[in-house]
Nanobody
Framework: QVQLVESGGGLVQAGGSLRLSCAAS????????IGWFRQAPGKEREFVGA????????YYADSLKGRFTISRDNAQNTAYLHMNSLKPEDTATYYC??????????????????????WGQGTLVTVSS
């Protein structure tokens, strides 16, 4: 099982960009699909997007397509979330997660019977207006 550590969060002005990293320990990173999620204060956790094991395909929440991009470097055991044109409503704690099944990552926030194998601890992103 991998362990995940997010980094790269911080304070950014509206319209700016950030790149979050999700570093994995262990030698099985490429065996996992990786997902990104966010949770704003007082709100439920929200699916941002996910990438398959190879990174050749990615899926995004419809509301975030075009602004957020997910990539991964299996040689470096790291996944990334590139965020552009940030808005104050993007303020949230961002989490990465890993599961052998992409489907689990895509539906975990909407299906109470689905569980994801590994979660990171989160990194806070604050977008000022």
């Amino acid at each position: 099982q991998v362990q995940l550590v997010e980094s790269g969060g911080g304070l950014v002005q509206a319209g700016g960009s950030l790149r979050l990293s999700c570093a994995a320990s262990g030698r099985t990173f490429s065996s996992y699909a990786i997902g990104w999620f966010r949770q704003a204060p007082g709100k439920e956790r929200e699916f941002v997007g996910a990438t398959i094991r190879s990174g050749s395909s990615t899926y995004y929440a419809d509301s975030l397509k075009g602004r957020f991009t997910i990539s991964r470097d299996n040689a470096q055991n790291t996944a990334y979330l590139h965020m552009n044109s940030l808005k104050p409503e993007d303020t949230a704690t961002y989490y990465c997660a890993a599961d052998p099944k992409l489907h689990s990552l895509v539906v975990v926030t909407t299906d109470k019977n689905t569980h994801v194998e590994v979660w990171g601890q989160g990194t806070l992103v604050t977008v000022s207006s």
